[in-house]
């Protein structure tokens, strides 16, 4: 692979069930990202990580949660979905964050029902 | 509060040139990106402004005054595969990227 790759392309959910979207890059990128993008609104930033080991919140954080247990992949979890995280999701990196431009992967579109 | 608007749809004839506009206010200032997203697809980085001025990149240029809090994109000798949106997006005090909506670029033959 080459870049970043995001797992599942699409997934229809039903409301309150828990799930995982996968995000694996092969840069060796320290910073990674995930945000959501929906119709009319700028991307909004949801977690990032700086470097491996370490998570921060960014703008709408709740009802997701992100963990960094080495340099490749980052997994966002939505503990039990519900309608209004019906978006889609991107996942992001950048080789040291800060002003370095980030690299994005091809997002996985979510809907829940 | 943070704040980056720009168009929300533009359209120009494939040849000319067209300036997508972005101003912004965000708690501090580390830079401001465009990005590129073709319908369906991840964006992809056009260009990086800190210092005010032009920086040109072939048929691309990007202009950044932070005293007026505004920057443009300009696009030279349109292409049809040159309709997409453009993102404009500010780096913040905490080194996040504030995004605007987006602009929806339609070129016509």
């Known amino acids: 692979i080459a870049g970043i790759t995001q797992a599942p392309t699409s997934q229809i959910l039903a409301a309150g069930r828990r799930m995982t979207l996968r995000c694996t890059q092969d840069m060796r990128h320290n910073a990674m990202y995930w945000y959501r993008q929906d119709l009319g609104l700028g991307l909004r930033l949801i977690h990032y990580?700086?470097?491996?080991?370490?998570?921060g919140k960014g703008e709408v954080p709740d009802g997701y949660s992100v963990s960094r247990a080495n340099t490749d992949d980052f997994p966002l979890t939505l503990a039990s979905a519900v309608p209004s995280q019906t978006s889609v999701y991107f996942c992001a990196s950048s080789e040291a964050g800060g002003r370095d431009e980030q690299f994005f992967g091809p997002g996985t579109r979510l809907t829940v029902l | 509060g943070q704040n980056i608007d720009q168009p929300t749809e533009m359209t120009a004839t494939e040849g000319a040139i067209v300036q997508i506009n972005c101003t912004y206010q965000?708690?501090?200032?580390?830079?401001l990106f465009w990005y590129q997203q073709h319908a369906g697809e991840a964006p992809t980085f056009l260009s990086y402004?800190?210092l005010d001025g032009l920086e040109e990149k072939g048929r691309f240029s990007s202009f950044l005054s932070r005293s007026k809090g505004y920057s443009y994109l300009l696009l030279k000798e349109l292409q049809m595969k040159d309709s997409a949106s453009y993102l404009c997006a500010v780096m913040d005090s905490n080194y996040q990227l504030i995004w605007g909506a987006g602009t929806k670029l339609i070129i016509k033959p």
């Open positions: 965000t708690s501090g200032f580390n830079g």
């Open positions: 402004n800190v």
């Open positions: 990580s700086n470097t491996a080991g370490t998570t």
